[in-house]
């Protein structure tokens, strides 16, 4: 089976589609030791790739780590104003892994990291239907009329919120806290809705990605999750 490079390199875990055709841009991919030209360039699994003169090989099993993402951290492999990356919490002999999803850089909680582009892209695509659970923290009061508005769908600035539901959990001293749950995973969307009703978030922390849950995951901490054979 012959496959785009970029995707290739994408499916092994090496780096983004986008990274790939800024490489070939750089030459500095090669394909059974020639130089690669052109990011439609297809390979097989039977053609030797290189990268920087490194063998990139893709790998049958799929692996799969949770990280617990602490605040003030970005979910990039590199950030041009030298902000801490998820990245830098990983040992340095685990290499080859890609985030799935992002969380932004004052939100923590539940970060799924895998050696495979295409499982991270179905984890990712609204298509796969994948829920996402969050738990928040806000000052601000909360009314019963404003929860049934998002439960029904709400569209904030053009942007439509239609597969959100929220829940009132708990009142603590003078914080309430709030349960998200969502499948679209759409750009600062529960910021935009919390935002959109004077409420001002304390804490947002990410505790499920479909079956897989934060548990007691410390902040900064990591582990191994099952692995797949595809």
């Known amino acids: 089976m012959y496959i785009r490079i970029s995707k290739y390199l994408s499916s092994a875990g090496f780096c983004s589609r986008r990274d790939a055709e800024k490489l070939i841009i750089e030459k500095k991919i090669k394909i059974n030791n020639q130089i690669c030209i052109h990011p439609s360039h297809k390979v ?12 990139v090989k893709k790998s049958n099993i ?8 602490p605040i003030k951290y970005i979910c990039s492999t590199k950030d041009n104003l030298g902000r801490k990356t998820i990245f830098d919490l990983l040992p340095k002999n685990l290499s080859g892994l890609i985030s799935v999803g992002r969380l932004d850089y004052m939100s923590e909680g ?3 990291l895998t050696n495979n582009g295409d499982y991270s892209r179905y984890l990712e695509h ?13 000052n601000s009061d909360v009314n019963n009329n404003d929860l049934k508005k998002i439960n029904k769908g709400i569209t904030i600035k053009e942007v439509s919120y ?5 829940i009132f959990e708990k009142r603590l001293k003078n914080y309430n806290w709030l349960v998200f749950k969502l499948k ?6 529960i910021r935009n809705i919390c935002n959109n009703f004077s409420w001002n978030i304390v804490k947002l922390i990410r ?17 191994n999750l099952k692995a797949i054979i595809k």
């Open 44 to 55: 097989s699994e039977l053609d030797v790739i290189k990268v920087n003169n490194k063998i």
């Open 62 to 69: 799929i692996e799969l780590w949770k990280l617990h993402k």
């Open 110 to 112: 539940l970060i799924l």
């Open 126 to 138: 609204p298509s796969s239907n994948i829920e996402r659970t969050y738990r928040v923290c806000i």
């Open 162 to 166: 239609k597969k959100v539901e929220v």
């Open 184 to 189: 679209e995973g759409k750009n600062r969307e």
């Open 207 to 223: 505790i499920g990605y479909g079956p897989y849950k934060l548990g007691k995951l410390k902040s900064g901490q990591f582990t």
